[in-house]
């Protein structure tokens, strides 16, 4: 089992920033490959950022060029830093694990943090 916490969240303006942080728990968090999701209201939770073990990034393309997904190992965290933050980002962001066990790959996700971004 692997905990996922969230922080960072909050109200932020147009034209703001915010960084998400998610610790999580397990002794092997760099073999995790690591994500960010977000739901908005009466939307499907959509894919934001993820990063592999190994270090590659993918975003979503209307997030490329404002957030950034990064880890850090040894602190066992995964951040989204966002830039340039537009109303349209207001939304639950959850943080997602997935590992390898044997061959099987589980799926684990954080209680979530509210974004809000005013006009």
């Known amino acids: 089992q692997v905990q996922l916490v969230e922080s960072g969240g909050g109200l932020v303006q147009a034209g703001g920033s915010l960084r998400l942080s998610c610790v999580a728990s397990?002794?092997?968090?760099?073999?995790?490959?690591m994500g960010w999701y977000r739901q908005a209201p009466g939307k499907q939770r959509e894919l934001v950022a993820r990063?592999?073990?190994?270090?590659?990034?993918n975003y979503a393309d209307s997030v490329k060029g404002r957030f950034t997904i990064s880890r850090d190992n040894a602190k066992n965290t995964v951040y989204l830093q966002m830039n340039s933050l537009k109303p349209e980002d207001t939304a639950v962001y959850y943080c997602n694990a997935m590992v390898n066990r044997f061959g099987t790959l589980y799926d684990y996700w954080g209680q979530g943090t509210q974004v809000t971004v005013s006009s």
């Open positions: 990063t592999t073990s190994g270090g590659s990034t």
């Open positions: 397990g002794r092997t968090f760099s073999t995790y490959a």
